[in-house]
């Protein structure tokens, strides 16, 4: 069972890294972009540890995050949204960096590798608070509501920590067009938690009592 996860994991984490390559270099057209490989090393190192980590001591978790797919018709609309949004930012940050449309100074870069890089620990923690944290929207025998740590802050942890990574992308690659664009992520993930919280209110019980208590639902006085 473990040579199988072992297995998927190299599988899916080494076709991802193959698949960004392209889609940042090819719009690019040239391997001299420093950005875009900053990008890469920024995505796949901390993924290569989180993956280490959740075989070690969560291998459930993870494979549930790696088989499990959609099956709410809304959800797969928004998922299928959300890809075509990354597809268009990357490849306008490629071609902002070939053409010089509309680049960033270096020091944005850095300042938005920095909260990539505090989002992705936020993301770590939220994984490790959560048994239950799939990529889909779902519910598993003897799960209940959790209501400390960052889950005592805001509804939706997770949801902070991509909206963090997303945001900050486009910035990494000096591409303010394609931050403009990364901009619209905001509506969609708005709606993709208006979809979980019905779904968790009809079945997960508890699930309206911690509405009640915990009233934000990612970033704290704001949303």
């Not at 390559?21 to 900053?38: C, E, M, T, V, Y």
């Not at 995050?65 to 949204?81: N, P, S, V």
């Not at 509309?102 to 993301?123: D, E, G, K, M, N």
């Not at 805001?154 to 591409?175: C, D, E, K, N, Q």
Request: aromatic content about 14%; proline content about 4%; overall charge positive.
């Amino acid at each position: 069972m473990k040579t199988h996860l072992i297995s998927q994991v190299i599988l899916k984490y080494l076709s991802g890294l193959m698949f960004l390559i392209l889609l940042i270099f090819i719009p690019a057209g040239s391997l001299d972009f420093w950005k875009g490989w900053l990008l890469v090393g920024l995505v796949f190192l901390p993924m290569l540890l989180i993956g280490i980590l959740l075989f070690l001591y969560k291998p459930d978790l993870l494979r549930k995050r790696l088989e499990m797919k959609e099956k709410e018709k809304e959800q797969k609309q928004i998922i299928f949204l959300s890809a075509l949004l990354f597809l268009a930012t990357f490849i306008l940050a490629g071609l902002d960096y070939r053409f010089s449309w509309f680049q960033v100074p270096s020091r944005i870069t850095w300042c938005a590798s920095f909260i990539f890089l505090a989002s992705y620990l936020l993301y770590a923690e939220v994984l490790r608070e959560n048994n239950h944290l799939f990529r889909i929207i779902d519910v598993q025998d003897q799960q209940n509501v959790i209501s400390t740590g960052l889950y005592g802050i805001v509804r939706h942890p997770m949801y902070l920590a991509t909206l963090g990574l997303f945001l900050s992308i486009p910035l990494i690659l000096g591409s303010l067009l394609a931050f403009l664009v990364m901009l619209l992520y905001l509506p969609i993930i708005n709606q993709r938690m208006k979809g979980e919280e019905a779904f968790l209110e009809k079945n997960l019980e508890g699930y309206q009592e911690y509405k009640n208590q915990v009233t934000t639902k990612i970033i704290p006085f704001l949303w």
